[in-house]
């Protein structure tokens, strides 16, 4: 069993849809949560960032952390074509004295449709 | 403009070739990381360095090597020994003490012809 589970997709959703994307893990010692978007053959880009639990939200994207479930989501509000991308979760635990490694889920591929 | 750079954006080996492919950033950061994507797994860890003149291994690290002379830099070689080389690459870095976030590079695709 994975560390980190993201269903891979893809995804298909008409635009200004809400967008519900999640991933579930199995190490109860992480407590940074990432999201990153990733545009084919690019590199990822840091979408979101929280500490454990909680709610945190910037502009449409909302990221929620819920430790107790060992469960976590992003909420991408009124979804636009140019929100067609993988969605990448990632997360790692305080004091890894490992390089801070981060696990990361496998990826969801959203495709926001006109 | 900082940011992290990656060259050559694809790359094209023969087999038994060793190859390096340039990770350069111009962010301060202390920590670089080398991932390799492959469809349905993810990225995998395969060196990171969190000061210079230092490394260690990720999850996979056979077949490939690295060094870390300046802060800047952090090239990673593909050997010949790496039997299954073909995949995206992406290489990352970190602040020392700014949180486990990771700024990545666009990305240097690598095929084995």
């Known amino acids: 069993q994975k560390e980190v589970e993201q269903d891979p997709g893809p995804l298909s959703v008409p635009e200004g849809a809400i967008v519900s994307l999640n991933c579930t893990y199995s190490?109860?010692?992480?407590?940074?949560f990432m999201w990153y978007r990733q545009y084919s053959r690019k590199g990822p880009e840091l979408l979101m960032y929280t500490y454990s639990s909680g709610n945190k939200e910037d502009g449409r994207f909302t990221a929620q952390v819920d430790k107790s479930s060992k469960y976590i989501s992003l909420f991408i509000r009124d979804s636009q074509p140019s929100d067609s991308a993988t969605y990448l979760c990632?997360?790692?635990?305080?004091?890894?004295?490992?390089?801070?490694?981060?696990?990361f889920g496998t990826g969801t591929q959203l495709k926001v449709e006109l | 403009d900082g940011g992290i750079t990656q060259s050559p954006k694809y790359l094209f080996r023969k087999e038994g070739q060793n190859v390096t492919l340039s990770c350069e950033q111009n962010?301060?950061?202390?920590?670089m990381y080398w991932y390799r994507q492959d469809p349905g797994q993810g990225l995998r860890l395969i060196y990171y360095s969190q000061i210079v003149n230092d490394f260690q291994k990720g999850d996979i690290a056979e077949g490939y090597s690295v060094s870390r002379e300046k802060k800047e830099s952090f090239p990673l070689t593909v050997t010949s020994a790496q039997k299954n080389p073909t995949a995206f690459y992406l290489c990352a870095s970190r602040i020392a003490g700014g949180g486990d976030t990771q700024y990545f590079g666009p990305g240097t695709r690598l095929t084995v012809l």
């Open positions: 962010l301060n950061h202390d920590a």
């Open positions: 990632a997360m790692s635990a305080a004091f890894t004295g490992g390089g801070n490694k981060l696990t």
């Open positions: 190490n109860s010692a992480f407590q940074y």
